[in-house]
T-cell receptor, first 113, second 113 residues
Framework: GESVGLHLPTLSVQEGDNSIINCAYSNSASDYFIWYKQESGKGPQFIIDIRSNMDKRQGQRVTVLLNKTVKHLSLQIAATQPGDSAVYFCAENMDNAGNMLTFGGGTRLMVKP | DAGVTQSPTHLIKTRGQQVTLRCSPISGHKSVSWYQQVLGQGPQFIFQYYEKEERGRGNFPDRFSARQFPNYSSELNVNALLLGDSALYLC????????????FGSGTQLSVL
């Protein structure tokens, strides 16, 4: 994931709609992926993770899809709520790289009531 | 149980000064990682420590150093501060430090004037 600098891409959705946030990761050797949510003034909060031997994983209201062929990750949030408004980051980790996560540039999700 | 705690929450320094940031991991976690987050970007890996040993280092100058104590808490030191060191410094902990989800603290906001 490349940093996109100061101007974060923004996704604006209506409350109750589904949201899809996309991420292109950079290293084909990465085998572990995480989505984090970051609210203003707080640290990143773990949402869901997936390993490279899977292509889909579901949590509560969230689903992560992994397409290793095109190095693409997506986060789907069902029935988006105002509390989901935040910046979302994908992060990748290579085997034998300890906890060295490489973060993407982030997407700002704005939920309209 | 308390999450990852960092201190101080905010800090203002002038160029050339030195700073020490502190982190206490989640109880039972043996690995601590440090990340730098510049406004509008994703976090960037600085260091990882596991059982008091450095396990990984990111692309940061030697002005950055860290250590981990027997109780698994950690300190990040930055010498000869530059304006560009202004950022949110995040600490994250995990149990084994190998390809698993990280739990982040709320960070220390460092401003260098």
């Amino acid at each position: 994931g490349e940093s996109v600098g100061l101007h974060l891409p923004t996704l604006s959705v209506q409350e109750g709609d589904n949201s899809i946030i996309n991420c292109a990761y950079s290293n084909s050797a990465s085998d572990y992926f995480i989505w984090y949510k970051q609210e203003s003034g707080k640290g990143p909060q773990f949402i869901i993770d997936i390993r490279s031997n899977m292509d889909k994983r579901q949590g509560q209201r969230v689903t992560v899809l992994l397409n290793k062929t095109v190095k693409h990750l997506s986060l789907q949030i069902a029935a988006t709520q105002p509390g989901d408004s935040a910046v979302y980051f994908c992060a990748e980790n290579m085997d034998n790289a300890g906890n060295m996560l490489t973060f993407g540039g982030g997407t700002r999700l704005m939920v309209k009531p | 149980d308390a999450g990852v705690t960092q201190s101080p929450t905010h800090l203002i320094k002038t160029r050339g000064q030195q700073v020490t940031l502190r982190c206490s991991p989640i109880s039972g976690h043996k690995s601590v990682s440090w990340y730098q987050q510049v406004l509008g970007q994703g976090p960037q890996f600085i260091f990882q420590y596991y059982e008091k040993e450095e396990r990984g280092r990111g692309n940061f100058p030697d002005r950055f150093s860290a250590r981990q104590f027997p109780n698994y808490s950690s300190e990040l030191n930055v010498n000869a501060l530059l304006l560009g060191d202004s950022a949110l410094y995040l600490c994250a902990s995990s149990f084994s430090g190998m390809g698993e989800k990280l739990f982040f603290g709320s960070g220390t906001q460092l401003s260098v004037l």
